[in-house]
């Protein structure tokens, strides 16, 4: 999916937008240790794009090659974010790379958005969407791109703010 940032341009307060309640939004500074929960419970065994593999496997095999920028590029942390709860915990976070080339397939990706699960989070995630819109869009960013399952309910909201299909591809498992 992609986004155009020129042809139609967001509204500049989504890059300050808050969430409300115990949560605040700041600035990507996490490690794959701090974000790790989070994502875990954001992937679910009965979720599309859950990861099988150890703890283990995910820390060093997803998380900190994303946020190392060796899996997809550097990673755009002026316009990645985390939302925590007043003790630190994240629960929320929205993980932009820098990847070569020009959208759809390259350009200013959002590598990952997710958020926890329960309902006190619901929101979470299309609030740091915007944000993200926003201030690629301010630091001149062109277009936003990403790849989401066709199961996963988030491509929903991708379409509620404003990005289309820009191509279709299908993953086949073969039996061993």
Partial sequence: ??????????PWHWAEIEPSGP???????????DIFDCWR???????????AGSDEQALKERLEPLLSGSTYGPLLRDQSAAVVET?????????LNDTPGDAPWGG???TDLFRMPHAAYA??????LKRSIS??????????????TARNPAREIYMRYGFTVADHFKTVKLPE
């Fill in 108 to 110: 200013p990706w959002m």
């Fill in 41 to 51: 419970a954001a992937y679910p065994l009965d979720h599309p794009d859950h990861y």
């Fill in 23 to 33: 949560f605040r939004v700041t600035p990507f500074d996490k490690s794959a240790t």
């Fill in 87 to 95: 003790n630190g915990r994240v629960v929320a976070c929205a993980i």
């Fill in 123 to 128: 929101g979470l995630g299309a609030l740091l």
């Fill in 135 to 148: 201030r690629a869009a301010a630091s001149g960013m062109r277009a936003l791109g990403l790849v989401v």
């Fill in 1 to 10: 999916m992609t986004r155009s940032l020129t042809a139609d341009p967001p």
